[in-house]
Each structure stands twice: as structure tokens, then as C-alpha cells.
């Protein structure tokens, strides 16, 4: 069977994905990162939201995140009618005790089963809208566990609450060959895969050619603060150019162009939330007129330099 042109592809950026299994959740391709934002968590959740954002990725690890603020930011929204929870990909994590610090979810001393059940209660808890079932679009485990057994264990117990309160699992800072382990081995296979992109793991190539035979979608994290030398490459240049867009959305779209990725995007800043919502809608319409040639070309460079 032929395959769709790289133009082909290009012409989708700005449609969502929908994951695999039973719930067909719709995945933005662009979610709001939370991490790090501390006391203006809620506010700029809200402000992502009301800029155009449909996805928004946090943690139950309240030493880098603030999932009660997330959940008050997304709830301001909801009342206030501009979005509907529906519309929205919410994207948690269980965070193993060696990412938490005093404040974490559960106890400590509980067993792998017992702390996965306490902050995934802790997290619907967080998520309940007055008058509706409270349920996560997504559940990561933020890391491996100490052991394969362990994780193993910790994925059998998140599944109990699949497809209803959690409609789909994933593993974040994960290896080729713990992805493999799982999907080889649990019920509800993992929809999300969350790893850095940077040169250290060759951008993730082997796992992202695994995700994609698999039809496991890839979370890119870290996409910009490690590859400045990819942000003012010469593809991002002519895409700036050619398209009329700024230097982000550029870069953006060309990870994307590489197929089955969704970027977390973590800009404090309400124009940059703006622009890169809109930068990537003019990509999207560019390249189905007459940018498609520029696009492939700019693209195969891309893909040149990942791989050079």
C-alpha cells in the first residue's frame, strides 16, 4: 500500500488524534504543560483554556505540580460556559515516591496496589465537577517503578478503573524495553508513551518507531529547552518564512511532521499560547495550497538533521 506524502500528513497538524482502545478519546496534538507553574497553576490553565488549548497534562506530585489548581482553573472555565469538560483531554500521572516529596498522595508505607488507588482517588477527586462522574482522559505512570514487577503491578491496578473513570493508560520517562515489556504483557495497552525529546536518546527514534507500529501515540516533552540548535535550524527558518509564522509553531510543526507526536507546550505567556495555537492552524492550511513542495522539502531536512 502507497504511503501518504509527507505533504499528506502535514495537512492534519492541527487535527486531534483519537487514541486507540474502547473510549476514542480525541487528544489534542498541542496540550498545555503544567509543570512548574506553582501559584499561577490556576490562572494559567484558565488562560490556556480560554486561548484555544483542549488538552491539559499534570501530575499527582505536588513537588512539581498543583493538581488542585489545574482542576480550579479548568472548572472556572466550565462555569463560566466557554468550555465543556467533555471538550477537554485531561492527562494525570501516579508519581512513584522517588518524584514526591512530604506532600505526596498517599502513604508512604502503603503497598505499590494501595498508593495507586490513593492518588487516583486523590486525582477524580480533584477532577469532580458538581452534578457529573468525575473521570481522567489519561493516567501516566510518571516512571517505572523500582522494579519490573512492580510497574507491572501498579499497571494492573490503574487498569481496574479502565474504560469509566480512566480512559486510558500511559508511561512517561520510559525505555524502549519497558514499553515493550508492557505491551507484550498487560490487558489494557498503552495509549501514551511521554519521553524527552533531545539528542541524548537520539530523539527517541526506536521507541517512536515502536508507538507507531503499535499505535501508541508519543508525548514529546523538553522539545524546545533541549534542542535550540533544532528551534534555529535552517528548516524552521524557511517554514517561518515560507508560512508567515514565528520560530515556535515552525518547530512545532516539523516535530509533529514526524508522525503520531503530541507536544507539550508549557509557555507561561498568553500571546505565546496564541501564536502557537494559531501558527500551526496556518501550517496546517498552508500546506494544503501551495506550501506543500516547501513543506516536504523542509521536512526530509528535518528529518536530515534528527538523524545526521
Not at 504543560?33 to 488549548?53: E, H, I, P, R, S
Not at 505499590?112 to 473521570?135: A, C, M, R, W
Not at 511521554?194 to 503499535?214: H, I, S, V, W
Not at 514529546?220 to 517561518?240: C, D, R, Y
Request: aromatic fraction near 8%.
Amino acid at each position: 500500500m502507497a504511503q501518504p506524502s509527507i505533504g499528506a500528513q502535514a495537512s492534519r497538524l492541527a487535527r486531534d488524534f483519537t487514541l486507540s482502545g474502547t473510549s476514542r478519546t480525541r487528544m489534542p496534538k498541542l496540550v498545555y504543560g503544567t509543570a512548574w507553574k506553582k501559584d499561577a497553576t490556576a490562572t494559567l490553565v484558565y488562560t490556556a483554556l480560554k486561548t484555544g488549548f483542549r488538552g491539559i497534562d499534570t501530575a499527582a506530585q505536588p513537588k512539581h505540580y498543583r493538581e488542585q489548581a489545574v482542576a480550579a482553573g479548568l472548572k472556572r472555565a466550565v462555569s463560566e460556559g466557554f468550555v465543556k469538560r467533555a471538550d477537554i483531554f485531561i492527562q494525570t500521572k501516579f508519581t512513584p515516591p522517588s518524584g514526591q516529596n512530604e506532600d505526596a498522595p498517599y502513604d508512604f508505607s502503603a503497598s505499590v496496589e494501595e498508593k495507586i488507588h490513593q492518588s487516583v482517588q486523590s486525582s477524580l477527586k480533584n477532577f469532580t465537577i458538581d452534578g457529573q462522574e468525575p473521570y481522567l482522559d489519561s493516567v501516566v505512570l510518571h516512571s517505572p517503578l523500582d522494579t519490573l514487577d512492580d510497574t507491572m503491578a501498579a499497571w494492573k491496578t490503574l487498569e481496574e478503573y479502565h474504560p469509566h473513570q480512566i480512559r486510558n493508560l500511559g508511561i512517561s520517562n520510559a525505555t524502549l524495553g519497558i514499553v515493550e515489556a508492557l505491551h507484550s504483557r498487560v490487558t489494557v495497552k498503552p495509549a501514551v508513551v511521554q519521553n524527552r525529546f533531545y539528542p541524548d536518546t537520539e530523539y527517541e527514534a526506536g521507541l517512536r518507531l515502536f508507538c507507531k507500529q503499535n499505535n501508541i501515540k508519543f508525548q514529546s516533552f523538553w522539545t524546545i529547552g533541549a534542542n535550540p540548535h533544532l528551534l534555529m535550524s535552517q528548516p524552521v527558518k524557511e517554514i517561518m518564512r515560507s508560512a508567515g509564522v514565528g520560530a515556535v509553531p515552525a518547530y512545532y510543526a516539523l516535530v509533529m511532521g514526524l508522525e503520531g507526536i503530541t507536544i507539550l507546550d508549557g509557555t507561561s505567556n498568553e500571546a505565546h499560547m496564541k501564536e502557537d495555537l494559531e501558527g500551526l492552524e496556518r501550517i496546517g492550511v498552508w500546506t494544503e495550497g501551495d506550501g506543500e513542495a516547501t513543506w516536504n522539502q523542509a521536512l526530509g531536512s528535518f528529518i536530515h538533521l534528527l538523524e545526521s
